[in-house]
């Protein structure tokens, strides 16, 4: 069982170009999240989704977007890429008592 | 909204000392608490959980932690740290309440360096 895998695990890409985050999980959660993770801030959620067809804005959403389209994957995407959107990217899918497990993260850099 | 605060930003030990970390959040109803751990370039990992029963909660690695509800706390101890300890430490809370998604709130996270 591989749990949550993403990919892809770094990027650096240019600013203003769209990239998309892939987040895939086989535990048949229903709740996923994306996370950024920045030095000294922690980790902000960025989307949730709490079941497949429905998703949700976290503490800072702006810039990105998500999709649920079935249980198994939750991309993240950024239309157009700015530089403050640096970071390490995490995904995680949640269990029925709320316990989170996390991707492995990507590492994304924006010039 | 609830808040999760981690007062040690950054703690340096040798090994075989005692840690504890502290864990704060504020939110006066039902909470499930965890700690998390992520050692250098790696992901999240759980290392402990507080639902409900003994507030006094082991995890793995000789970790455990307490829960005090008179004082909002949750922290983590370890009676004697190890070079591999080395992490940075997630406080984070769900609060229970209905019709809601249980999103993790997480506090900004604890650097523990453990010197050999």
């Known amino acids: 069982i591989a749990g949550i895998t993403q990919a892809p695990t770094s990027q650096i890409l240019a600013a203003g170009r769209r990239m998309t985050l892939r987040c895939t999980q086989d535990?048949?959660?229903?709740?996923m999240y994306w996370y950024r993770q920045d030095l000294g801030l922690g980790l902000r959620l960025i989307h949730y989704?709490?079941?497949?067809?429905?998703?949700g804005k976290g503490e800072v959403p702006d810039g990105y977007s998500v999709s649920r389209a079935n249980t198994d994957d939750f991309p993240l995407t950024l239309a157009s890429a700015v530089p403050s959107q640096t970071s390490v990217y995490f995904c995680?899918?949640?269990?029925?008592?709320?316990?989170?497990?996390f991707g492995p993260g990507t590492r994304l850099t924006v010039l | 909204a609830q808040s999760v605060s981690q007062h040690n930003h950054h703690v340096i030990l040798s090994e075989a000392a005692s840690l504890e970390l502290g864990c704060n959040y504020s939110y006066g109803g039902t909470v499930n608490l965890f700690w998390y751990v992520q050692y250098p370039g790696q992901h999240l990992q759980l290392l402990l959980k507080?639902?409900?029963?003994?507030?006094l909660v082991k995890g793995i690695k000789g970790f455990e932690a307490e829960f005090i509800k008179s004082k909002f706390s949750f922290n983590l101890r370890k009676p004697s740290v190890q070079w591999s300890d080395t992490a940075e430490y997630f406080c984070a809370v769900i609060t229970i309440s209905s019709g809601s998604a249980r999103q993790l709130t997480f506090g900004s996270g604890t650097q523990l360096t453990v010197l050999p």
């Open positions: 989704s709490n079941t497949a067809g429905t998703t």
């Open positions: 995680a899918s949640s269990d029925l008592s709320g316990t989170q497990y």
């Open positions: 507080y639902f409900s029963g003994d507030p």
């Open positions: 535990m048949r959660h229903n709740a």
